[in-house]
Structure formats: structure tokens, C-alpha cells
């Protein structure tokens, strides 16, 4: 057992949770699997299959909601008038870059469902990955990035969808979702698909701090700064 | 060591509450008003939901600064203080990046919905709401700031235990 004593310390989340519940059908903390092992190892813990489940779900909010906003187009001919009998028509397309509100959403939740991806294929794949006890850590504090990141995003894109829904009196700017219903109602979609990963996102990130505080609780002193 | 850190966080908390207050207060008395064809248009922050949305977010995030501000170093609240940091954060970059999305179709428009700018017409209002946001980003940035020095201070037992 010489590589023990070096990674005694090098606990992860769920070796922590593993050790506090006395279960005995897994790895010691610091057994020699270490980074050679990568497998998908057994999620029999109610409490990983949560998280994971949660993960999974967000990333299908977050994926649903960039897809839907990016392919959201729409083309209509408009008559603007008639010179006689001939009537003059102009036609327009609503893209969702045209406002840049909606690009940043977009760029936003891309951003989320590469992180959800990548969280989790950690977490069935990647178990035993410790970052020299930097696991935790990294998990709860781009779990909370990313949590800002799409709040960011979808308030600006749901308020910009509100003044295309009722316009602006006081600025003279006029709604668009009469005329472009097709367009409002996806851009909708994508918003509110957004909402339910937001909120899924915070309940992630909520348990992956309380995880940071757990372990932070078994291997040091609490410092009530 | 504590004194040290309860310094700091003392510090950055009375510069955030400084931000948050200034960008509450500017956004709220944001004013101007013009005349075109005899027809008054007054700008204020009510005009907008979203503006809206940043003075309320801004003056909630500033209480509660007020409110952490008053609590003992020694007491056992502060882990739950860093949980509301890290969600008044959040609400701060949400309120922020809407105000700016509003402000940027007030600013340069958007041609394709067919929304003119209104910069021209009520600058002094334009200008307002500027200062607003410009303290509101920094609000944010002290707030990130604090986020993470709290974590730091949180989470230094960690690495320096061993078993």
C-alpha cells in the first residue's frame, strides 16, 4: 500500500458519501483503480442517480432550448401597397439573429448542454477522477457559472420577447408577434425550455455546493470566518 | 488570520452595497422628456419591465448587503450567507443582462423589427441609465469578487488538512 498515504486525502464526493454510509460493495477511498480504471462504474447510490438524473434532464432543457432559438426562422410576404390593380409585395424573414439578445441565448445554452454533456460523462465515466482534490471543487463552481451564464441569457432574451410581444408604447416600438406568430410562439418555446433547465441547473448546482460542504466538513476544520 | 479576512469581506461588502444603491438610485431618478409634433414623451424607468426588473433586483441585493453587513464574524449564519451570495449574484447578472439587452435596442435600434433608437431624442434619460448600468456591472464584478474570496476562505481547511 505505498501510494496510500499520498492519496488518503484525495477524497472524491462520492468516495466521501460512500465512507459515511458505510457501504462496503465499493472502492476504499485511495484504493490503486486511481486513473487507470475508467469504466462505467455501478450507480447504486439514490442520491448520484438523482443528480445524474437531474443532469440528464437539464441537458435535454438547455439542448432543446439552443436548437429550437437557432433553427427559428421565419419568411412572410407582406402587400405594402398597390400601384393600381397590381399590389406591391415585400417579402420579410424573422431570423433570431436579428436581435442580439437571442444570439447570446443561443451561444448561452450551447454553452450549458456542452457542459451537461461533459458533467455527465464524469460522472458515469469518470468516478475515480480526482484532480488532486480539486473534483468537488471544480464540479460546484462550473456548476454555478454555468448556472449564471443561462440566467443570463434567458432573462435578456425573455425580456426582448416581451417587447415583441406587446410592444412598447412609450418608445414608439411596435410588436411583431402579430405578424410573425410562428416565429414568437418557437422563440417562446425556446425561452421557457430554457426556464426548465435554469431551474434544474440551480437545484445541480445547489446539491453540488452541498457536496463541496460536506466533504469540506470530513476532511478539514469548519472556519466560521 | 480571521480579523484579516472579516476585513476584506467587510470591505468588499460596503463597496458592493455602495454600487448596488448607486445603480438603484440613478436607474430610479433617470429623467427626461421631449416634445415632438406636440406630442410630450417622457422617459422614465417604468417605461420598461426590464428596467424595472434592475432597480427592484438592485435595491433586494442592496438590503441584503445592508443586512450582512450587521451580522458578528463569529456567528454561525455565514454558510448560508454564502449560499444567498452566490444567488443574489445571479439575480444581479440576470437584472444586468436584460437592462443591457433593453439598452442596446434603445441605443442602436433594431432595423429588422422596425425599432428606432430613442438615444437621440432623450439623451439625458440615455445617458442616466448608462451610469446605471455601468454601476451595476461593477456591483457584479464585487460581488464575483466576494463570491470567490468566500470560498477561498471556506474551503482553505480543506487543502491543508491531511489525514
Known amino acids: 500500500m505505498k501510494d496510500l498515504p499520498s492519496t488518503a486525502y484525495h477524497l472524491t464526493c462520492s468516495t466521501v458519501f460512500m465512507a459515511q454510509e458505510g457501504d462496503g460493495n465499493h472502492e476504499k477511498p485511495g484504493a490503486a483503480s486511481g486513473y487507470g480504471s475508467l469504466g462505467p462504474r455501478l450507480i447504486s447510490k439514490r442520491r448520484d442517480m438523482i443528480l445524474i438524473l437531474l443532469r440528464f434532464m437539464a441537458l435535454l432543457a438547455t439542448t432543446s432550448g439552443t436548437i429550437v432559438m437557432a433553427l427559428n426562422r421565419e419568411t412572410k410576404t407582406f402587400v405594402v401597397g398597390t400601384i393600381g390593380t397590381t399590389p406591391i409585395k415585400a417579402t420579410l424573414t424573422a431570423k433570431f439573429q436579428h436581435t442580439p439578445a437571442n444570439i447570446f441565448f443561443v451561444v448561452a445554452n450551447g454553452w450549458a448542454t456542452l457542459h451537461n454533456m461533459l458533467m455527465l460523462v464524469i460522472e458515469t465515466y469518470g468516478r475515480d477522477l480526482d484532480f488532486k482534490g480539486l473534483r468537488c471543487v471544480a464540479i460546484a463552481s462550473l456548476d454555478t457559472m454555468i448556472f449564471a451564464l443561462v440566467a443570463a441569457g434567458a432573462s435578456s432574451a425573455a425580456f426582448i420577447a416581451e417587447i415583441a410581444k406587446n410592444g412598447n408604447s412609450h418608445a414608439a416600438w411596435n410588436k411583431i408577434c402579430d405578424k410573425f406568430e410562428t416565429f414568437c410562439h418557437h422563440g417562446g418555446a425556446a425561452i421557457i425550455a430554457s426556464f426548465v433547465g435554469l431551474a434544474l441547473l440551480s437545484a445541480i448546482s445547489v446539491i453540488s455546493n452541498f457536496k463541496l460542504q460536506k466533504q469540506k466538513t470530513t476532511v478539514g476544520s469548519v472556519d466560521a470566518m | ?163
Request: proline content about 3%.
Open chain 2, 1 to 163: 488570520m480571521t480579523k484579516i479576512r472579516s476585513m476584506i469581506t467587510c470591505l468588499l461588502r460596503l463597496i458592493a452595497l455602495a454600487a448596488t444603491l448607486c445603480a438603484t438610485i440613478v436607474m430610479a431618478a433617470a429623467h427626461d422628456s421631449t416634445e415632438i409634433f406636440n406630442l410630450k414623451f417622457e422617459a422614465k424607468y417604468s417605461n420598461s419591465p426590464s428596467f424595472k426588473y434592475f432597480v427592484i433586483v438592485n435595491t433586494v441585493v442592496s438590503c441584503y448587503t445592508l443586512t450582512t453587513l450587521l451580522i458578528p464574524h463569529k456567528s454561525l449564519l455565514w454558510r448560508l450567507i454564502l449560499i444567498l451570495d452566490t444567488v443574489m449574484a445571479l439575480l444581479l447578472t440576470s437584472s444586468f443582462s436584460a437592462a443591457m439587452a433593453i439598452a442596446y435596442v434603445g441605443k442602436k435600434g433594431n432595423s429588422n423589427a422596425g425599432w428606432l433608437p430613442i438615444c437621440g431624442q432623450v439623451p439625458k434619460f440615455c445617458d442616466q441609465a448608462t451610469n446605471a448600468l455601468i454601476s451595476g456591472f461593477v456591483a457584479i464584478l464585487i460581488y464575483f469578487f466576494l463570491l470567490l474570496y468566500s470560498l477561498h476562505a471556506a474551503l482553505t481547511p480543506v487543502f491543508c488538512a491531511k489525514d
